[in-house]
Antibody, heavy 123, light 109 residues
Framework: EVQLVQSGAEVKKPGESLKISCKGS????????IGWVRQMPGKGLEWMGI????????RYSPSFQGQVTISADKSISTAYLQWSSLKASDTAMYYC????????????????WGQGTLVTVSS | DIQMTQSPSSLSASVGDRVTITCQAS??????LNWYQQKPGKAPKLLIY???NLETGVPSRFSGSGSGTDFTFTISSLQPEDIATYYC???????????FGPGTKVDIK
């Protein structure tokens, strides 16, 4: 079974750093893109960026470029999303999701999704 | 950037009703349009890819159609377990960009 399992909920203070994880199993982790999606409380889905664990090729949404860092460790089939200095506005649920083998039309959906990691930033 | 709109933003229907949601792209996206279901408190789930292809294991009461700029998602007979928010999603390549529609919340009347 293809599965993505994310790390647990986090409560942080503004200015702190954070790295959350997404571990893939049941498929060739290095052969599929992994995307990250933000969902702020009561709001819709926003694509943040995507990484190809095979060579760590990473692309960011312009809205999130410079705000977060996406990385992967293929030796342990895990992708990461990290912040160097959190803000209250980073409070949200964050999902990882498997993309396609290509970053191209017709291979451009996300399936499956991780269970989500709730990040709460509050003083 | 390609903009996505969905309508309605919410709807309330009775069990057994036919439910239709539309998604419109700001420019031609061929058939590269996907649909997701997000139940309350859960992660999104892929239902339809490439506008009309039903993901494996998804009930046949769900369907999608359309191409170009106008797309339709249909639940042929609404069931209580279909209470969820439904999102369309498209991909653009220059630069790589995934865009979700704003979502349609479906409730039981």
């Amino acid at each position: 079974e293809v599965q993505l399992v994310q790390s647990g909920a986090e409560v942080k203070k503004p200015g702190e750093s954070l790295k959350i994880s997404c571990k893939g199993s049941g498929y060739s982790f290095t052969s599929y893109w992994i995307g990250w999606v933000r969902q702020m409380p009561g709001k819709g889905l926003e694509w943040m960026g995507i990484i190809y664990p095979g060579d760590s090729d990473t692309r960011y949404s312009p809205s999130f470029q410079g705000q977060v860092t996406i990385s992967a460790d293929k030796s342990i089939s895990t992708a990461y999303l990290q912040w160097s200095s959190l803000k209250a506005s980073d409070t949200a649920m964050y999902y990882c999701a498997r993309g396609g083998t290509l970053l191209w039309f017709g291979d451009d959906w996300f399936d499956p999704w991780g269970q989500g990691t709730l990040v709460t930033v509050s003083s | 950037d390609i903009q996505m709109t969905q309508s309605p933003s919410s709807l309330s229907a009775s069990v057994g009703d036919r439910v239709t949601i539309t998604c419109q792209a700001s420019q031609d996206i061929s058939n590269y349009l996907n649909w997701y279901q997000q139940k309350p408190g859960k992660a999104p789930k892929l239902l339809i890819y490439d506008a009309s292809n039903l993901e494996t294991g998804v009930p046949s009461r769900f369907s999608g159609s359309g191409s170009g700029t106008d797309f339709t998602f249909t639940i042929s007979s609404l069931q209580p377990e279909d209470i969820a928010t439904y999102y369309c999603q498209q991909y653009d390549n220059l630069p790589p960009l995934f865009t979700f529609g704003p979502g349609t919340k479906v409730d039981i009347k």
